[in-house]
């Protein structure tokens, strides 16, 4: 009996020490849950069966860790509505037909990006797969303005969009740091290999570099692939086809894209090619290269209504790249003044040197004659526009009365300013373009 004991005890120590020794963790976890590939798991909106972890509901979800080796490969649900945020999260795939994220059809995500994220799809596959019909959205995560998002696509896959003689989905970048890579024959946004089209992409903000594969385009079709609706109305966006492919457009051989909307933003196109014609929506519009600015900086752009100018940063060379229509525009960027002329082609915007001081001159000078005021501004600058305001009572709305722009470096002055009532506080203003009234 005691040796019977023995055994079944030592039977049982091996039993237990070789379901230990399979536990396999991948690296991930999901709201702070690990993923076991010898476990199946799951919680409220997801389940694990290795190596598809399955995203199903609304319930907001967490993902972070490594696997590098396919154990984890993120599915959402046909037909699912799932808000997930990547938080230094890296996936990558070993196989051919593995996808790292996977939207099925008509699942709608939104994509919050916190810390560096990875994502890395085998032959056939996006790296981040929205098929035709499915919406993908982008943004940093509350927490971190600095979120990114890596993404390289499988041999004939989109970095982000459709696989293999697949087309693309809805694509809305809001915000983070995007740089997105088409394998081999696949755009960098927008469809694969043999693509019907790109599906709709829409940049409203962040940083966003979109590299196609080979004879991919940076934005909009694969190689034999269409492009379809590109619409950028602000934020950053480099964009790269490659032999023979549009910047933003159809890719190798690709036939047609829709349409072109920009209605601001600062693109820059390596080949200079965009297909169709670029427009703010009722006309054509040229780029204006924006010069000797802090490299890599944030610019403040002013002046350039209706044209979308939020979330702009120079690039690595301190330049923006800004599309208009034809017509003259004077314009600030970083501080710094600019006019530029678009007459049907593209154009450098030429910096004049001028900057609107915080207060309207080094000095002024006033002198009454009764009921009338004379303001003197010493030390105006050239090609300045100063701009004279008017307040019955301080606290109250004050009202543009004129504006004057000096012709010349010196003194400049304000005459004959009625100053009775209703008026009887007055300022100036500088500006480097005229008030509107």
């Known amino acids: 009996m005691k040796k019977r004991s023995r055994s079944r005890i030592l039977t049982a120590l091996f039993i237990a020490f070789a379901v230990k020794a399979s536990a396999a963790p991948t690296g991930v976890t999901v709201n702070g849950t690990a993923l076991d590939d010898a476990v199946s798991s799951g919680g409220t909106g997801w389940t694990y069966n290795a190596p598809t972890l399955t995203l199903s509901g609304a319930e907001p979800l967490t993902l972070s860790g490594a696997n590098t080796a396919g154990k984890v ?11 997930v945020t990547l938080s230094d999260l890296t996936l990558q795939t070993t196989g051919g037909g593995q996808c790292a994220f996977a939207l099925e059809q008509n699942a709608d995500v939104s ?15 996006a790296g981040l797969e ?24 499988g041999a004939f896959g989109a970095g982000v969009g459709g696989g293999k003689e697949g087309a693309g989905g ?50 909009g079709g694969g190689r034999y692939g269409n492009g379809n609706v590109v619409t950028i109305t602000s934020g950053t966006v480099s964009a790269q086809g490659k032999n023979g492919s549009a910047d933003i457009g159809p890719g190798s051989s690709g036939m047609y894209s829709v349409s072109n ?26 780029c204006v290269t924006v010069t000797n600015l802090t490299p890599n900086a944030a610019i403040v752009v002013t002046a350039l209504d209706p044209y979308g100018v939020s979330d702009l940063f120079a690039d690595e060379n301190g330049k923006l790249y800004l ?26 915007a030429v910096a004049n040197g001028l900057v609107a001081p915080l207060f309207a001159t080094d000095g002024t000078a006033l002198v009454f004659d009764g009921t ?12 300045m526009w100063y701009v004279l305001y008017g307040v019955n009572t301080l606290g109250g709305t004050w009202e ?11 003194d400049l002055a304000f005459t004959d300013i009625d100053a009775t009532a209703p008026y009887r506080f007055f300022k100036v203003r500088a500006s480097i373009t005229q008030p509107l009234p």
Do not use: E
Not at 372 to 383: E, F, P, R, Y
């Open 130 to 153: 929205v098929p035709a019909g499915a919406s993908l959205s982008i943004t940093n995560a509350p927490s971190d303005a600095a979120g990114t998002l890596t993404v390289t696509g």
């Open 111 to 125: 994509l919050f990006l916190a810390g560096a994220n990875t994502l890395a799809s085998g032959q056939n596959r």
């Open 170 to 219: 809805t694509v809305t970048i809001n915000g983070g740091t995007i740089t997105a890579t088409g394998g081999m024959y696949g755009a960098g946004i927008g469809g694969g290999y043999y693509c019907v089209d790109g599906g709709a992409v829409i940049i409203n903000g962040g940083t966003v570099t979109a590299t196609g594969g080979m004879y991919g385009a940076g934005i």
């Open 323 to 348: 599309w208009l229509p034809d017509g003259d525009y004077t314009f600030t960027a970083g501080s710094t003044g600019y006019t530029a002329t678009v007459d049907g082609a593209a154009t450098t």
């Open 261 to 286: 909307a920009f209605t601001g933003g600062s693109i820059c196109l390596a080949n200079d090619s965009i297909s169709p014609a670029p427009s703010n929506g009722t006309a054509r519009v040229w």
């Open 372 to 383: 009338t005021l004379a303001i003197k501004i010493v030390n105006a600058k050239s090609g």
């Open 73 to 83: 490969l993120v599915v959402v649900s046909a037909g699912a509505t799932s808000a």
């Open 400 to 410: 543009l009365l004129r504006s004057i722009c000096a012709t010349t470096n010196g």
